[in-house]
């Protein structure tokens, strides 16, 4: 599928943490061709699973990207002068910053368009007006009457960002919701380079919910489904505006393997090797402690799991202008297929093995 | 039910030392559960069995309250003192602790230069009465709970650790009047609640239950200046949609609403911007659960005069029993 | 001169990057156990079989990993530049001494001299990202073929004995890990005694979480190093603990509240043995305890520490009869531990 295309079905798809039954159903219409078999499980992840060709019981690598993104919630419902607005609160790591003046979704009894908005600075509080907008400040002002949004909102409604995805120069395009629909576009592009290419392992690939507030899918599918190996995928840092240090990667550079507490030696270099076998080139990308993904929750479901974790630069992350490069994504996803194609049999002790051999020095 | 109310709120039981706790609630549940037990953490689990059908479900309501534990003994005999879940400083000045030995003492602060501010912990000290480390009643490491008698005034009921003792009632009162239930209904009496939702993951992880409701306070915006909050005491059960710590189950947010309005209970809808709940622990056990929490609405949460409506009570303990008493489809 | 404490504490291992400390245990402990493995995050984890007189299954927890730092970029002077791995006080960093990557390339801490400070910077701590490690490369190019973004630093101290206290780097928690050697040294525990040599505590209590999961004990029991505060102080408060009193027990930390029934057995059994022991002041802190405790249905758990002076610093101190006490502790408490000790009403 044209990934454009493709980007643009993923994150035009409305799909705060905690609401993404409808962002399940698209990934589920996009996936479906390429896996055996698809579930929605307890909390809400969506499970693919193609199997491999090796004589079960099969090794299982896991695929976790995440679905959810982040969004508004209706705390409480106001009237001015007649109208009625809303009094939101964030749903995960919102840039409050940037969120005056956006357009947003109001998914109540029905869904309702409307605007971010606050009175002036010089009509707020003294001690408040130099200061972002905060939550006390901000409504959302949907252009109806009290008597139109009591009929159609209540406490407790989601609320999502809106912004058509837009094409940029060359292969850049910038939207909402980009992290992380960047990385299941990524997966999809995976399944569709594992069509007629053999490949011995089971491949789990999950859309997981509710990263933004808990890493709640990753923690769950990867305790449900067992699997021997796992892989996150998430969106990291692109360099830009503000961000051009050693944890910000060029867009268009390719995708970053990411190396640190949170990952196991032995699935970082599967993926490098993969990466040289397709002569792709990517950047290593270091987390000391918390790598802030997927992969935190993965690796210690039960006995724990060996866990990789794979990045795609991203400019202006959390806000509703979150720009990519397409052939990040594409290489993504074919560097997961790679891996995949790569694994075999024995892979699993030879990566715990690797934990005692002395390094040679 | 204000005798009920009474005995539990007024009892000993801060986080982790809950044994008292279980000794009270157990007499209350033993005719009408089919099973009991305690857990490794200490959770007291009373199971009504289903009549076949339905889903396995975990109710969890926490028996601990917050309280305070002794650091150490300065040589004048006075305890400094750590806390023991949410303490709030500003609500220490005077206020009344028990040690699990009986022994009382009082909170106050050591000279305050500045009194438009709230001090540290470190900056209150307990007197027990003692001039010295040598007769000193009490040690380093020992908990104490706060002490306030129980007041009913009218509809409102006042007392400390109201967070959770009348989750307890719920579950004590849903237990006793839920007749029959497809569902396999395990009521958890939590321990560590306050300090991490702690006894509630164990719990939930050994149960692995398919549906999860906690039964909690949470926080109120009608009072003089509240942070805005659409929840008000008198109102009804709160059904929580998020909090800080979770975003409730969509499908089981929608069939709380369903049951509330199919059996006439009144409810409002709650979101929480501070706290959460063991529905936080049981949605992440295991494989996941499908979890959420009917909130008792509840005034000056984590004070010595947690307040309550009798009628939201009532409220919660209907709404409970007609989610338990009819099937569950997510 | 104790040379388990001196070859465990030189011996580098930084969270998540233990091997070198894994394969050392592996080697002290061989022959003294019935089967070890090592796990998807490089826990160590051992079986000492018992002469079957219980049935409990109880472990006994040691980590292996220690604070350090990562190296996330190379300046084109050839400087390194580094994150920290685990919890520092930033006051610490500067002007130490450390080893590099698998190689152990020496290297030092250095920043802005302080001649070239403005008055007012002169006195305020320097941050981490302000400091670069130096190993003497001349440029990029010279730094690039010696060590690799990625690769972890740890501080160099060579062990000491000072009379009855030894300084050393990482008894945080190598004279734990040497404590539970000592431990499946000694003959056989009337229970299977399950160790974990466990990783990455000092970035979130990791490794124990999925050890504890997979060995599903009964009981747990952690040995930690817990700072000790005494040094001079003219206010009334608590030092946590001191050197010299004797173990110390955990009562309560920031995450977790110890088994009530195992901290009485522990400090029962300290008295009926005449070893000292001391009450660790609850509060801050915490230890692997918090997450075996919370693991599957919930596993009693609770924690006795060997003081130690200076904690995440390279010039930890410790007292040798402290340690030799924990060892004496935690074998008392494991012998007389039976199924009684955690029953319930």
């Not at chain 1, 196991?264 to 090797?273: K, R, S």
């Not at chain 2, 009373?46 to 059908?53: F, Q």
């Not at chain 2, 929840?231 to 069939?255: P, W």
Request: charged content about 20%.
């Amino acid at each position: 599928m044209d990934t454009f295309k493709l980007l643009q079905t993923l994150t035009e798809t409305a799909a705060p943490s905690g609401r993404e039954q409808q962002i399940a159903q698209v990934i589920t219409e996009l996936w479906e061709p390429y896996v055996d078999s698809l579930s929605i499980d307890r909390v809400g992840s969506l499970i693919a699973v193609k199997n491999g060709r090796a004589p079960a019981p099969r090794p299982r690598l896991l695929l976790a990207a995440h679905m959810d993104e982040i969004g508004l919630m209706v705390r409480q419902v106001v009237e001015h002068a007649g109208n009625g607005f809303l009094r939101v609160t964030n749903v995960g790591g919102v840039d409050i910053r940037q969120i005056y003046a956006q357009l947003v979704t109001v998914h109540g009894r029905k869904d309702l368009h409307g605007v971010m908005a606050s009175l002036p600075p010089h009509m707020l509080p003294d001690e408040r007006s130099d200061k972002p907008f905060g939550y006390e400040d901000l409504v959302i002002d949907l252009g109806l009457s009290m008597a139109e949004v009591q009929a159609n909102v209540s406490v407790g409604d989601f609320v999502s960002f809106r912004q058509p995805l837009r094409k940029l120069q060359g292969k850049r395009v910038s939207g909402k919701a980009l992290d992380n629909r960047a990385s299941v576009a990524a997966v999809t592009v995976c399944l569709e380079y594992l069509q007629g290419r053999a490949h011995d392992w089971d491949v789990v690939a999950v859309a997981t919910v509710q990263e933004e507030t808990r890493l709640l899918g990753a923690y769950t599918s990867a305790f449900a489904q067992r699997p021997s190996a796992a892989v996150a995928i998430d969106v990291t840092f692109g360099k830009g505006p503000g961000a051009n240090d050693e944890n910000a990667f060029e867009l268009g550079g390719g995708p970053t393997i990411d190396i640190g507490p949170n990952v196991h030696p032995g699935m970082y270099q599967a993926l490098q090797d993969a990466a040289d076998a397709l002569e792709m080139s990517v950047n290593t990308a270091t987390h000391a402690r918390y790598s802030g993904t997927d992969a935190f929750g993965l690796q210690i479901a039960r006995e724990g799991i060996p866990t990789g974790l794979v990045g795609i630069p991203l400019r202006y992350m959390h806000t509703m202008v979150e720009s990519v490069d397409m052939k990040d994504v594409e290489r993504t996803g074919r560097l997961l297929g790679e891996l995949i194609v790569r694994l075999d049999a024995k892979f699993i002790d030879t990566i715990t093995a690797a934990m005692m051999e002395a390094d040679k020095s | 039910m204000n005798e009920l109310i009474k005995k539990l709120v007024e009892a000993y039981g801060p986080s982790g030392f809950e044994d008292g706790m279980r000794d009270l609630i157990r007499p209350e549940i033993e005719a009408y559960a089919d099973e009991i037990s305690v857990d490794a953490l200490g959770n007291l689990i009373a199971v009504k069995k289903g009549s076949g059908g339905g889903l396995k479900v975990m109710i969890a309501a926490h028996m601990d309250e917050i309280g305070v534990m002794v650091t150490h003994i300065t040589q004048d005999g006075f305890l400094r003192f750590t806390n023991i879940g949410g303490v709030l400083p500003h609500n220490l000045m005077g206020s009344r602790v028990q040690f699990a030995n009986g022994v009382i003492g009082v909170i106050s602060s050591d000279r305050l230069e500045d009194r438009s501010k709230i001090h540290p912990l470190t900056k209150f000290f307990i007197d027990v009465g003692a001039s010295s480390p040598d007769d000193c009643p009490v040690g380093v490491g020992d908990a104490a709970g706060f002490i306030r008698p129980f007041l009913a005034q009218g509809k409102r009921l006042t007392a400390k650790a109201m967070d959770d003792r009348i989750g307890c009632v719920v579950a004590i009162e849903t237990l006793k009047r839920l007749k029959t239930t497809p569902h396999d209904v395990y009521f958890a009496f939590t321990v560590q609640e306050e300090v991490g939702v702690r006894g509630a993951m164990t719990a939930a992880n050994h149960l692995d239950p398919d549906v999860g409701i906690a039964l909690d306070v949470t926080l109120t915006g009608d009072v003089p200046e509240a942070r805005p909050m659409a929840i008000s005491l008198g109102q009804g059960a709160a059904i929580k949609v998020k909090d800080s710590g979770m975003i409730a189950h969509a499908g089981l947010v929608r069939l709380m609403k369903q049951r509330a309005e199919a059996a006439q209970i009144s409810y409002q809808l709650e979101v929480l911007d501070g706290g959460s709940t063991d529905a936080r622990s049981m949605q992440i056990a295991n494989g996941g659960t499908a979890a959420g929490c009917i909130s008792i609405p509840c005034r000056y949460v984590h004070s010595q005069s947690e307040t309550v409506d009798a009628d939201d009570v009532e409220s919660c303990i209907k709404l409970l029993v007609e989610i338990l008493a009819n099937p569950i489809n997510l | 001169m104790n040379e388990l404490l001196k070859n465990l504490t030189e011996a580098v291992g930084v969270s998540s990057n233990e091997k070198e400390v894994r394969l050392l245990i592996r080697d002290l402990i061989a022959n003294y156990v019935d089967e070890w493995h090592v796990d998807a995050l490089g826990n160590l984890l051992a079986l000492k079989k018992g002469t079957g007189a219980s049935p409990l299954r109880v472990l006994v927890d040691a980590h292996m990993d220690e604070v350090g730092l990562m190296i996330t970029d190379i300046d084109s002077n050839g400087t390194l530049k580094f994150e920290g791995v685990g919890g520092f006080n930033d006051r610490t960093l500067l002007g130490k001494v450390v080893q590099v990557g698998p190689k152990k390339i020496t290297g030092v801490i250095g920043a802005r001299p302080v001649h070239l400070l403005e008055a007012n910077q002169r006195n305020s701590v320097v941050k981490i990202d302000a400091m670069r490690i130096d190993i003497g490369a001349k440029n990029k190019d010279a730094a690039s073929g010696k060590v690799k973004v990625g690769e972890f630093a740890a501080f160099v101290t060579e062990y000491e004995e000072l009379g009855v206290t030894a300084v050393g780097k990482a008894f945080d928690d190598r004279a734990g890990c040497a404590a539970l050697v000592e431990l499946l040294r000694a003959r056989p525990y009337p229970f299977d005694l399950y160790a974990s040599f466990s990783v990455q505590e000092e970035v979130g209590l990791r490794g124990a979480e999925v050890a504890a999961y997979g060995i599903n004990p009964d009981v747990a029991l952690v040995l930690e190093c817990t700072p000790a505060y005494d040094l001079p102080n003219e206010n009334d408060v608590s030092s946590n603990v001191a050197l010299g009193k004797g173990p110390s027990i955990y009562v309560m930390d920031r995450v977790t509240i110890q088994d009530p029934r195992l901290v009485g057995h522990i400090t029962r059994t300290a008295v009926a043995n005449g070893i000292p022991f001391q009450i660790r002041q609850p509060g801050g802190g915490g230890t692997n305890t918090a997450v075996i405790q919370r693991t599957r249905g919930g596993i009693p758990a609770a924690t006795i520490a060997v003081p130690g002076r200076h904690a995440h610093t390279p010039t930890m101190i410790i007292n040798l009869e402290d340690y030799a006490n924990v060892i004496k502790l935690a074998e008392a408490t494991l012998r007389s531990l039976t199924p009684d000790v955690i029953k319930r009403n």
